[in-house]
């Protein structure tokens, strides 16, 4: 930028010490055509050094007020997140230091509560800390190959106490001898929160489909589900840190508002691209096309 600066000011005096020597050396020259020179002159080499000096610090500033904004409210969305848990242990521990431990039905269901909340904090940290990995590239590159087919049975037999416990099934249909390059792990992270996420806004009784297929220049993956479905207007922000669709719904289902925006980050890892297709009452389906 400081090159940039010391460019554009020798420029500008450069232009103006020509007009100057020309009008002396042609003393003929009026002194109103040399000032309409020097003025139309400057201000073109003004407009140019606006594009060119002042127009991507300005754009840079407005790229670093719109990332401030974005770390308030995530910092909003982080503390709103954890204060509701604690707030919720903080209560019980104390109805039970007052006395309710004697009645063991109460003391069951309280412990109860205290177990899903815990749970909860320790899964919306281990969440941030995966993001963070992702976004910082903490975490070493991998360049492995793994079959894709076998992940997906893998990730499908370890969901399966979700899915019966929701009474929807997993079906899979994968083609034989598809391989990736890159972190299995990630690979793993990506299906198993859009399958988590499937199973959660799927009906009893319906199923999740989980498809992966060669195509000409790239691998397709994509889960489907027949559940309740996204309206258009959500599916912009689906992948934004904490945004829920349906947020109480979302809770009582233990999610942390981070697994699809855990997903887009593991996506760019693979260069991989997302597209969404849904309709109300229809159910959702998500896609993710890795090249190859």
Not at 144 to 171: H, Y
């Amino acid at each position: 930028m400081k090159t940039k600066f010391f460019a554009s000011v020798f420029m500008l005096a450069f232009y103006n010490i020509l007009i100057a020597s020309l009008f002396i050396a042609f003393s003929e020259m009026r002194l109103g055509v040399y000032f309409i020179a020097s003025i139309l002159g400057s201000t073109i080499i003004s407009f140019i050094l606006y594009q060119w000096l002042i127009r991507p610090v300005m754009e840079l500033q407005r790229q670093l007020e719109e990332a401030e904004n974005i770390r308030k409210e995530f910092v909003a969305n982080v503390t709103h997140e954890f204060k509701t848990p604690l707030t919720s242990i903080s209560g019980f521990l104390e109805t039970l230091q007052s006395g309710a431990q004697e009645d063991p039905e109460v003391r069951r269901k309280f412990l109860d509560i205290l177990s899903i909340e815990t749970s909860r904090l320790t899964r919306l940290i281990e969440d941030l800390l995966i993001i963070s990995e992702i976004e910082n590239k903490r975490s070493p590159q991998i360049d492995e190959s793994f079959d894709v087919k076998e992940t997906l049975t893998q990730i499908i037999r370890a969901m399966k106490p979700i899915s019966e416990n929701l009474k929807v099934k997993i079906q899979l249909q994968a083609e034989d001898g598809i391989y990736l390059r890159g972190s299995e792990d990630r690979f793993t992270q990506m299906l198993v929160n859009l399958i988590e996420n499937a199973l959660k806004y799927s009906e009893a009784g319906s199923e999740v489909l989980v498809h992966a297929s060669k195509m000409e220049a790239s691998v397709e993956v994509f889960v489907r589900d027949y559940g309740i479905g996204i309206a258009n207007e959500n599916i912009p922000r689906l992948f934004e840190r904490f945004y829920r669709i349906d947020k109480s719904r979302s809770q009582k289902m233990g999610g942390t508002g981070l697994g699809l925006s855990i997903v887009k980050h593991a996506a760019t890892l693979f260069n991989a691209k997302l597209r969404v297709e849904s309709a109300i009452g229809q159910g959702s389906t998500f896609y993710i096309e890795f090249p190859v």
